[in-house]
């Protein structure tokens, strides 16, 4: 129950972001320095900028969220598993499933977080990398 709540408090959160960006950040804001901005951004590739024809990347969206299902099923059982570990790999999940969501229904994803000479993406990138970090910590930990 939890782990729902918790993932519908976080797509609201996701929404309302996406939302605000549209409104407010047609411009660019800078946040810090000549290195961190706030700009929205229709983003119709994948990560870091990559161009990739929107059919290919809806069918490697797709793809990539039946692999990384496969694999956390059959890798379960060698894997030493924790709350914390179930927690992290589902969150991951419903975050890429719900970007390949916004990319298959729009052809594109909003994103408004740019930093310069890197990337521009949004609060559900960075959520599925914070909780790719906690899980690949806890796999390491767990399973030395």
């Known amino acids: 129950m939890i782990f729902y709540l918790t993932l519908f408090i976080w797509i609201i959160i996701d929404i309302l972001s996406k939302n605000l960006a549209f409104i407010y950040l047609q411009n660019k804001i800078n946040i810090f320095w000549d290195f961190l901005y706030l700009k929205?951004?229709?983003?119709?590739?994948?990560?870091?900028?990559?161009?990739?024809?929107?059919?290919?990347?809806?069918?490697?969206?797709?793809?990539?969220?039946?692999?990384?299902?496969?694999?956390?099923?059959?890798?379960?059982?060698?894997?030493k598993k924790t709350k914390l570990l179930d927690f992290s790999f589902w969150l991951i999940l419903a975050w890429a499933i719900w970007?390949?969501?916004?990319?298959?229904?729009?052809?594109?994803?909003?994103d408004f977080i740019w930093v310069k000479y890197f990337s521009i993406f949004n609060l559900a990138d960075s959520f599925i990398t914070i909780w790719a970090i906690l899980y690949i910590y806890i796999l390491y930990k767990n399973n030395k």
């Open 40 to 79: 929205f951004i229709l983003n119709p590739w994948i990560a870091f900028g990559i161009e990739i024809y929107p059919i290919l990347l809806k069918i490697i969206t797709i793809s990539l969220i039946i692999l990384i299902f496969y694999y956390y099923k059959n890798e379960k059982k060698n894997i």
């Open 99 to 110: 970007n390949a969501i916004e990319r298959i229904l729009n052809s594109n994803v909003i």
